[in-house]
Structures are given as structure tokens and as C-alpha cells.
């Protein structure tokens, strides 16, 4: 996961504005580098991105990583994935991650 967040610096390098980064993964067994690439990809982008982190599963050493990754990002959360089940709760995650408040 860590080669892909790294990646994320150049991927998003043509974007303009504010930017959502979905993470979707288990978070099982992930290598401390995670934090890292995270905090780089931040950096590179400062204010303009926001990270959210979808946990798949449920693995506790897993929650804390990805909400780690969420505070790296400072405007972002995590979300289990199993509590955006219903269309009424993705359609609110929908317009927490993708429409700003005017």
C-alpha cells in the first residue's frame, strides 16, 4: 500500500483544487511505511487534499492505521465498510467526501 499512496504524488499531479484520496483496503498487515507515504502525499499537496480511509474487514491494529492515515490528511476520516451499507448512509458519505458546503 505504501508504493501506491507514493504514487498518489504523481497521480494527482494534474488536479486542481480540493481533492478527495479514497483508500479502500483490509489494512491487515501493513508495513509502517504506510504512515510515511502518507504524511509525503500530504505534504505534496498540503491543504488541497483530504484523505479517507475505508476499512474492509475488522482488524483492530488495522482501525488505529487507518485512522492514522485520516489525521495525516486533517480533513478526511475513516469509515468501516460495513456501516456505509445502506444507500441513505453511502449517499451521506457521497456528500461528506465529494460536495463542500456552501
Known amino acids: 500500500m505504501e508504493v501506491a499512496i507514493g504514487q ?10 480540493q ?5 479502500v ?6 508495513d509502517p511505511e504506510v504512515i510515511s507515504s502518507a504524511m509525503s502525499l500530504k ?8 484523505i479517507y ?7 483492530a491494529p488495522g482501525k488505529l492505521a487507518a485512522d492514522r492515515v485520516s489525521q495525516i490528511g486533517g480533513c478526511g476520516f475513516a469509515s468501516d465498510l460495513g456501516t456505509l451499507g445502506s ?5 451521506d458519505y457521497v456528500e461528506q467526501v465529494f ?3 456552501t
Open 8 to 17: 498518489g504524488i504523481s497521480d494527482l499531479k494534474s488536479l486542481k483544487g
Open 25 to 30: 483496503s483490509d489494512w491487515k498487515d501493513l
Open 53 to 59: 480511509p475505508v476499512i474492509v474487514g475488522d482488524d
Open 99 to 101: 460536495l463542500a458546503k
Open 87 to 91: 444507500g441513505r448512509k453511502v449517499a
Open 43 to 50: 505534504t505534496a499537496y498540503g491543504d488541497q487534499l483530504c
Open 19 to 23: 481533492t478527495a484520496a479514497i483508500i
